[in-house]
């Protein structure tokens, strides 16, 4: 089975966590900072462009690979995973984290083929 998101599975937990709350939709386009819309298109089984993703994802507190069959069957490159962390480290500003992926992949690369 290839890999993809499960938009059903996705809107039902958002429906799920939109009623543990007891909010409207329009109440979870507003807290999240999406569109109306986007949540419909979702409700009709259309997949969420990135930023609305993210968006309904923080405020849901869901993990996005819950919704991607297949995913977690290989753990991520160690280095994609260092990446990340560099990258969501709240102390680090944007350009700082950038320059610390540089040193990192540069190091890791040189002692790889050593």
Do not use: C
Not at 28 to 43: D, P, W, Y
């Amino acid at each position: 089975m290839t890999d993809h998101f499960d938009s059903e599975a996705f809107y039902a937990a958002l429906n799920a966590a939109r009623l543990g709350r007891q909010m409207t939709w329009k109440e979870v386009a507003e807290q999240a900072g999406v569109n109306a819309s986007t949540l419909s298109r979702i409700g009709q089984g259309a997949k969420p462009d990135v930023n609305g993703l993210a968006a309904l994802l923080a405020w849901s507190n869901l993990k996005a690979e819950m919704f991607i069959r297949g995913a977690g069957r290989q753990e991520a490159e160690p280095i994609a995973r260092i990446t990340a962390l560099l990258r969501a480290d709240p102390k680090l500003s944007s350009n700082n984290a950038k320059l610390m992926e540089e040193i990192v992949l540069s190091t890791y690369n040189k002692l790889r083929d050593d």
